[in-house]
């Protein structure tokens, strides 16, 4: 586990905001086989309620239409929530405060469960959880 610098994997998860900058992204530094997780599609949700505007909500909408048509989110379930637990643990440990990093650590939780790496463009949001989880930094 730890961290790794644009590696290219057959799999991989991407985090929120790895999804919507994707298309910005070399392709090589991406795993082959992207990912994402139905966290990731509730954030994108949650930004298209919370647009400011008119022009903003649209392209939100486009950009979540494009995730739901082209990925089948990986979903939270039993082993994910346990998971969680243990990551939440080693933020504390690590200093940190896991309530504002709470979507992080389930996006986190679904990949460290399922054994695949999380892409990141944010890769200091996981800081402390190396032991439980390969972290590919964009």
């Known amino acids: 586990?730890?961290?790794?610098?644009?590696?290219?994997?057959?799999?991989?998860?991407?985090?929120?905001?790895?999804?919507?900058?994707?298309?910005e992204l070399d392709?090589?530094?991406?795993?082959?086989i992207p990912e994402i997780t139905a966290i990731t599609l509730a954030e994108l949700n949650q930004g298209v309620a919370m647009a400011k505007n008119p022009v903003a909500r649209a392209e939100r909408s486009e950009q979540l239409g494009a995730?739901?048509?082209?990925?089948?989110?990986?979903?939270?379930?039993?082993?994910a929530a346990t998971r969680y637990g243990?990551?939440?643990?080693?933020t504390i440990a690590a200093g940190r405060d896991p309530r504002p990093r709470r979507m992080d650590l389930l996006i986190a939780a679904i990949a460290s469960a399922n054994d695949l790496p999380l892409y990141t463009r944010n890769?200091?949001?996981?800081?402390?959880?190396?032991?439980m989880l390969e972290i590919v930094a964009l």
């Open 1 to 23: 586990m730890g961290w790794t610098v644009s590696s290219r994997h057959p799999v991989g998860v991407l985090d929120t905001c790895t999804y919507i900058d994707l298309y």
């Open 27 to 32: 392709p090589q530094d991406l795993p082959e």
């Open 67 to 79: 995730a739901i048509m082209e990925f089948d989110p990986m979903p939270f379930d039993e082993a």
């Open 86 to 90: 243990t990551l939440v643990a080693l």
């Open 123 to 131: 890769a200091a949001d996981f800081k402390g959880l190396e032991s």
